[in-house]
């Protein structure tokens, strides 16, 4: 199966700042890459499909990029809301529909 | 608007079955081209995927589970459900359901991904 990392597990950032959180798959797995945002509980919620495309109603400040086995998500300028874990999701196409997530990264108020 | 919430019992005695049910508001079950999975969290770790189930009842299962997990859908109620055998104590968390949808991107490739959630239920597997 495909194992996802997350670095960092945590981060602690002020408002303002720009924030980038990195995901790597253990294989390539093209642009079938998924990020979402959780609050703490609350279920988690889309925030961008396939490496860099902005799920609706999600603020543009979220972008993402990479391909293969390199992913990052970039927050251009936090704000309040934002602080929260975030978790990447690989959706490669297999015809079992197996899907694995990131361990998670924690986005701390500083 | 399409809304999900999740039933079932809140407490599983080791080795029995969790059975979970899924109700969709808003929409059928059936229509579009639509997977519904089930999701867990276990407290204070990771998400981590289940299986899911295709509005023609097709299921297929995250190898973790797959020997003891079934997925299928209720028509009949607008509802789909969970079924895990013989559970632990590593089984309790919070168990969520999704909506998987396909979004097209480019050179007409397809990517799945669960764009609504249900708010989630607690499960805890204890004597």
């Known amino acids: 199966d495909i194992q996802m990392t997350q670095s960092p597990s945590s981060l602690s950032a002020s408002v303002g700042d720009r924030v980038t959180i990195t995901c790597r798959a253990s294989?390539?797995?093209?642009?079938?890459l998924n990020w979402y945002q959780q609050k703490p509980g609350k279920a988690p919620k889309l925030l961008i499909y396939a490496a860099s495309s902005l799920q609706s109603g999600v603020p543009s400040r979220f972008s993402g990029s990479g391909s293969g086995t390199d992913f990052t998500l970039t927050i251009s300028s936090l704000q309040l809301e934002d602080f929260a874990t975030y978790y990447c999701?690989?959706?490669?196409?297999?015809?079992?529909?197996?899907?694995?997530f990131g361990q998670g990264t924690k986005l701390e108020i500083k | 608007q399409v809304q999900l919430q999740e039933s079932g019992p809140g407490l599983v005695k080791p080795s029995q079955t969790l059975s979970l049910s899924c109700t969709v508001s808003g929409g059928s079950i059936t229509s579009g081209s639509y997977y519904w999975g089930w999701i867990r969290q276990p407290a204070g770790k990771g998400l981590e995927y289940i299986g899911r189930v295709y509005t023609s009842g097709s299921a297929n299962y995250s190898p973790s589970f797959e020997s003891r997990v079934a997925i299928a859908l209720d028509t009949s109620k607008n509802q789909f459900s969970l079924n895990l055998r013989s559970v632990t104590a590593a089984d309790t968390a919070v168990y969520y359901c999704?909506?998987?949808?396909?979004?097209?991107?480019?050179?007409?490739?397809?990517?799945?991904?669960?764009?609504?959630w249900g708010q989630g239920t607690m499960v805890t597997v204890s004597s």
């Open positions: 294989q390539r797995i093209g642009s079938y």
């Open positions: 999704a909506r998987m949808t396909y979004y097209d991107f480019w050179g007409g490739s397809r990517i799945g991904a669960f764009d609504i």
């Open positions: 999701q690989q959706s490669y196409f297999n015809p079992r529909g197996r899907y694995t």
